[in-house]
């Protein structure tokens, strides 16, 4: 079974600065997602991505996939970007489980 | 539809009661995904379908949990003879294939008494 690692749990920042969530695997995997959990629980995915990176306005998430590592990044934050940031992994060589990380809560200060 | 659609909301069982929850995908999607996140904390994969085929069910608990995607009808997870430790929500989610964004829908809030 793939163990999926988050750093940090928490993390509290100020507006307008720069965010770096990070997540392991053990296992080599096929795709990863990141995932955005609103305060009131409400679920948006954010990228999935097997390779190098992707850019969607403010977020940027890269991965690596011989260091079993990615990295979510928010340029510019917002208090509006507080939520529960949540690393999920596909298994490779032909296994489609999907195995997450416990996920880290964000909090930006006006 | 443009969203994920997952009823009811809410459901609150007795304990070993039989609890069903639904999810109609969004018009176009061929997979769709269950998920159970326990009190706000780590999310766990249950199942996902490929149209009405099951594609991995490795996260389904064997004995009380059956799902199902028939042509025409809502998905549905069902869980028989609840427990406590079933209280959770329980979220879908929809892709057009496999290895795209997967939409989720709003939950259903389980509570077993």
């Known amino acids: 079974k793939n163990e999926v690692e988050q750093s940090p749990q928490n993390l509290t920042a100020q507006e307008g600065e720069f965010i770096t969530i990070n997540c392991s695997y053990s296992?080599?995997?096929?795709?990863l997602h990141w995932l955005q959990q609103h305060p009131g629980g409400g679920i948006v995915s954010l990228f999935m991505l097997s390779s190098g990176k992707k850019k969607h306005g403010r977020l940027i998430a890269t991965i690596n996939i011989q260091e079993k590592h990615s990295s979510l990044h928010i340029t510019a934050s917002h208090p509006r970007d507080s939520a529960v940031y949540i690393c999920g992994v596909h298994s490779g060589a032909g296994s489609y489980q999907l195995t997450f990380g416990k996920g880290t809560k964000l909090s930006v200060i006006p | 539809g443009e969203e994920v659609a997952q009823t009811p909301k809410h459901l609150v069982r007795g304990e070993g009661q039989k609890a069903k929850l639904y999810c109609a995908p969004i018009k176009g999607h061929s997979y769709v995904f269950w998920y159970q996140q326990v009190l706000k904390n780590e999310f766990k994969f249950l199942i996902s379908?490929?149209?009405?085929?099951?594609?991995?069910e490795t996260g389904m608990p064997k004995e009380r949990f059956s799902a199902k995607c028939l042509p025409n009808s809502p998905c549905s997870l069902e869980i028989q003879a609840t427990k406590l430790e079933d209280s959770a929500v329980y979220f879908c989610a929809s892709s057009r294939v496999f290895t795209e964004t997967q939409y989720f829908g709003p939950g259903t809030r389980l509570l077993v008494l």
């Open positions: 296992v080599g995997i096929s795709a």
């Open positions: 379908f490929q149209n009405e085929n099951v594609f991995d």
